[in-house]
């Protein structure tokens, strides 16, 4: 059984590029969440994709997107950069769309923004 | 939305003592509660969760108990040790029977003195 993998694990980026992050599912699991934890803070829930359909979304703003793939990998995609949005990006993938259990996260992707 | 606070921030004791963490939640539609034990550099890992149908749950030297009517719920750690040294975060569901959607509370920090 394969974890939570997340791809870049650091990367830096300029005020208003675009950044896309990647997240490989835990096996099994057909649900991935996205959480941003800016330094010193609790992870922050930005959405949530369950077979491929968005379920859920949190308080940010539409220049944050996603997508989920047939294989349940997901992407976080983010226009227009500000200096705010330097963060850990958190991916965590469970079981269900509503089932109340364990988040399995990954290691994350730290996002410098300049 | 659901607003989760956490106290205190951080934490000192002396290995061999007991250590008690309180979080408060403000919307009574929340009804899943987790705990996530984050080390230095790691993943965010669950260490126990509770219903909102049960008021304490006991695993080892963790328990976690919950006061609906107040809207709290404390993290109690007993005969504490060097490795639970870490940032503990408590969290609620963002809405009823959305378990894997989490709002965060914003961490406390744990160290266990030898």
């Known amino acids: 059984e394969t974890g939570v993998t997340q791809s870049p694990t650091h990367l830096i980026k300029t005020r208003g590029q675009q950044v896309t992050l990647r997240c490989s599912s835990q096996?099994?699991?057909?649900?991935v969440s996205w959480y941003q934890q800016a330094l010193g803070q609790g992870p922050q829930f930005i959405f949530q994709y369950y077979r491929e359909e968005e379920n859920g979304r949190g308080n940010f703003p539409p220049r944050f997107s996603g997508l989920q793939f047939p294989n349940y990998s997901s992407e976080l995609n983010v226009n227009a950069l500000e200096l705010d949005d330097s963060a850990l990006y958190l991916c965590?993938?469970?079981?269900?769309?509503?089932?109340?259990?364990?988040?399995?996260f990954g290691e994350g992707s730290r996002l410098t923004v300049l | 939305g659901e607003n989760v606070e956490q106290h205190p921030s951080t934490l000192s004791v002396q290995e061999g003592d007991s250590a008690v963490i309180k979080c408060t939640y403000s919307d009574s539609a929340s009804n899943y509660f987790p705990w996530y034990k984050q080390e230095l550099g790691k993943r965010p890992q669950l260490i126990i969760d509770i219903r909102s149908n049960v008021g304490e749950k006991k695993d080892q030297r963790i328990a976690v108990t919950l006061n609906k009517t107040a809207k709290h719920f404390s993290l109690h750690i007993t005969e504490t040790q060097p490795e639970d040294s870490a940032v503990y975060f408590c969290?609620?569901?963002?809405?009823?029977?959305?378990?894997?959607?989490?709002?965060f509370g914003g961490g406390t920090r744990l160290m266990v003195k030898p």
């Open positions: 096996s099994g699991h057909n649900t």
């Open positions: 965590a993938s469970s079981w269900g769309r509503t089932e109340h259990g364990e988040l399995f």
């Open positions: 969290a609620a569901s963002i809405r009823r029977n959305a378990g894997n959607m989490l709002t």
